[in-house]
């Protein structure tokens, strides 16, 4: 349901809740939200329960989502009822732009891992991030074209890097996209399975466990459940 309170000296929770994500996602872009109070009653929220599906693999949606609190699962179901995941998503990312944007029935679908509190973006806040916002467009295309690379690059080393090389880019993807801060020893937390990290790089759950053994055992990184601890 939409939250578009507002007083006149501050913006509405749900705008200030989108300068928040601009910031973090794009922050080379010039927002400022008391400029942009326009887009509140354009925006809504909706909360997720655990294990709630956002949306269905093959299903057509009709808005772009920011992660506000909690964490989305994004996967692949095959028609075997194998799951690959593809990325966990926690605030403040953006996802399902895509699916949105070419009005194409999604290839994947999303579930909230935890209680989860979702922004929902659909046309008419598009259409004014996209007229009314400088700059936008153009950041929303970096952002795009950076995924893509790292999708190409994850390709690329499928069919030509060893297994260490997959895993390494794996956690490096997973890494640009946490909004983890380090803790107090200077560790960051990447919320992952080896199950997620072994669909990601494509190699056997053995072969992830070996190697993070290795790792863990050179001081390179930490074991914890659910996650994998780097240094920043």
Excluded: K
Excluded at 148 to 173: C, I, K, V, Y
């Amino acid at each position: 349901m939409p939250e578009n309170t507002s007083s006149a000296s501050s913006p509405s929770p749900l705008a200030a809740a989108l300068a928040r994500v601009l910031g973090s996602n794009f922050p080379q872009l010039d927002w400022q939200a008391h400029r942009h109070e326009a887009i509140a009653p354009l925006l809504s929220a909706r909360l997720l329960s655990a294990g709630e599906l956002l949306f269905a693999q093959g299903q057509r949606t009709s808005a772009f989502y920011a992660v506000l609190a909690g964490e989305i699962e994004t996967r692949f179901t095959a028609e075997d009822g194998r799951v690959s995941a593809i990325e966990m998503v926690g605030a403040p990312r953006l996802f399902g732009f895509a699916a949105f944007a070419t009005q194409q029935p999604s290839r994947y679908e999303a579930l909230a891992t935890c209680p989860t509190r979702l922004m929902l973006l659909g046309h008419a806040a598009y259409e004014y991030l996209m007229d009314q916002v400088p700059g936008f467009a153009r950041a929303l295309l970096r952002e795009l074209a950076l995924r893509f690379d790292g999708t190409l690059q994850l390709l690329e080393s499928s069919r030509h890097a060893s297994a260490a090389e997959r895993l390494t880019l794996a956690l490096r993807q997973l890494r640009r996209h946490s909004s983890a801060p380090p803790d107090a020893q200077g560790w960051l937390c990447l919320r992952t399975t080896q199950a997620e990290l072994a669909a990601l790089a494509q190699v056997s759950r053995q072969t992830v466990n070996e190697w993070l053994q290795q790792q863990a055992g050179q001081g390179l990184m930490r074991l914890g459940y659910g996650c994998v601890w780097l240094r920043a």
